[in-house]
């Protein structure tokens, strides 16, 4: 029966998600509240939501926490220069265009947000991809590849969410991944880099021209090279800052150019320690966020705003946690996972049951394209998990092989920030798989190899 309601209890939480006929904390919470009880948890499913809910605080508080930190360095402007030197490098050759968006579309990813990624790239850089008549897909693809492989960092979702589905610490499963993270985001920029020379042999190469930036008005830009000395695309560009900039404001209020070097330094020693892993997460974000909010906006309305700013993001991300709680804590109360696990290790052959972890990490490039993460690692992990640990294969070793599918699970259709990104680049949903999808199989395969190799994922 329990093995009936385990089933029962993930396909109603699936068909809700993906029908969207509830949001995931409405589905997390009543679902698993209506299943405890048909198990006959009784009075005792208050014991076991508290559980799972204490199981998950620190991972709560690390969300709050990393998203306040990251939105107040993009709010006071630690990036800007970053988007400034990248238009001034990009401008005479589509190739270093497009290196240069996968590079921004990395830095700016450090936020864990992807429509907030996707804003600041197209409002930064598309205008100039028209300009220079390179094509906004490869804009989306070069974009969505390097979101896709960032989305591992334990405050951008799933990492978060394989965590608290298997009570086991964001940082367990995602520093060892560190290296698979490395080679995923070098595999993306070889292939910015060949879509920026195929790019560069179509049109040849652009040169940019700015005889008027200096009495303060636009430039040219002609074709050169290959493409011979066509002529111009006329139209008017803004100089250093640019016109391009309208991703980030360069006269917004919360800039604080004097702080440039300070908040600089302490993301780079936050970035430091988190991967020394010689603090909790949790406790390090805590830390580096008071530190920043304190620093940056010393006036307590200041602060109150600049958490406000973010206050939508912090509340769905930890909601979601915190709801996720009462899913792991009644599947693990009533001995539902249990009882569908040993179900699973009947059903499976034993001659495929020590590479479990690795099935689950291909497994992850389909099923997290065609459902949600929620559906997934909060349905489909846990049983996993459990039928694996009959091998001896550890739950954080599950959950480092389920986030190696994330690559490909960014050009869902089912992720709102790919559509997003796609409908600001005016390119359609196909044209944007026809090039990305493969090659977001191929970083997939890519981190999974690489955790196989340095042992982070076990085989055999």
Do not use: C
């Not at 693809?141 to 964001?170: E, Q, Y």
């Amino acid at each position: 029966m329990l093995v009936i309601l385990g089933f029962l209890m993930v396909a109603a939480f699936m068909f809700l998600i993906l029908t969207k006929r509830a949001t995931p904390v409405v589905a997390l919470t009543l679902v698993p509240v209506i299943f405890g009880l048909l198990a006959g948890a009784g009075l005792g499913i208050g014991d076991m939501i508290t559980d799972g809910i204490k199981s998950l605080a620190p991972t709560a508080a690390l969300l709050f926490f990393a998203i306040i930190f990251f939105g107040i360095m993009i709010d006071v402007g630690l990036f800007d220069p970053l988007v400034r030197g990248i238009l001034r490098l990009v401008r005479n050759d589509p190739m270093k265009l497009v290196v240069g968006t996968a590079i921004l579309a990395m830095v700016v990813s450090l936020d864990g947000d992807g429509s907030t990624t996707f804003i600041i790239v197209t409002s930064a850089l598309l205008p100039l991809y028209l300009k220079l008549g390179v094509s906004p897909v490869i804009l989306t693809v070069v974009a969505g590849l390097a979101n896709g492989t960032m989305n591992i960092i334990p405050w951008g979702g799933p990492t978060v969410r394989a965590a608290s589905a298997l009570g086991i610490s964001p940082s367990d499963v995602f520093v060892p991944m560190v290296p698979s993270m490395i080679v995923g985001l070098i595999i993306v920029l070889l292939f910015a880099v060949h879509l920026g020379i195929m790019e560069r042999r179509r049109i040849g190469k652009l040169v940019y021209e700015p005889e008027l930036v200096a009495s303060g008005g636009g430039g040219s830009i002609r074709k050169g090279g290959k493409g011979g000395n066509g002529a111009g695309t006329g139209g008017s560009s803004d100089g250093e800052s640019g016109q391009f900039f309208d991703g980030l404001d360069p006269n917004r209020d919360t800039l604080r150019p004097k702080l440039l070097w300070f908040n600089a330094a302490l993301t780079v020693v936050l970035l430091v320690i988190l991967v020394m892993d010689i603090l909790p997460i949790p406790v390090l974000f805590m830390i580096a966020a008071s530190i920043a909010l304190t620093v940056n906006f010393p006036k307590v309305k200041e602060q109150g705003d600049a958490i406000a700013r973010h206050s939508s993001s912090i509340v769905s991300v930890v909601a979601m946690v915190l709801a996720a709680a009462i899913l792991t804590g009644v599947f693990q109360g009533t001995g539902m996972v249990e009882a569908m696990a040993e179900w699973l290790l009947n059903v499976i052959p034993s001659g495929m049951g020590p590479y479990l972890a690795v099935i689950t990490g291909i497994l992850s490039i389909p099923l997290t394209f065609f459902m949600t993460n929620d559906a997934f690692y909060f349905g489909i992990l846990p049983v996993l998990t459990e039928t694996a640990s009959k091998y001896g294969i550890d739950p954080v070793e599950m959950a480092r092989a389920s986030i190696t599918g994330q690559p490909v699970h960014l050009q869902s259709p089912l992720v709102p920030a790919i559509l997003l990104l796609v409908t600001l680049a005016g390119v359609s949903l196909a044209d944007h798989h026809k090039k990305v999808l493969w090659r977001a199989v191929v970083v997939s395969l890519a981190m999974l190899a690489v955790g196989i190799v340095l042992g982070q994922i076990p085989f055999g």
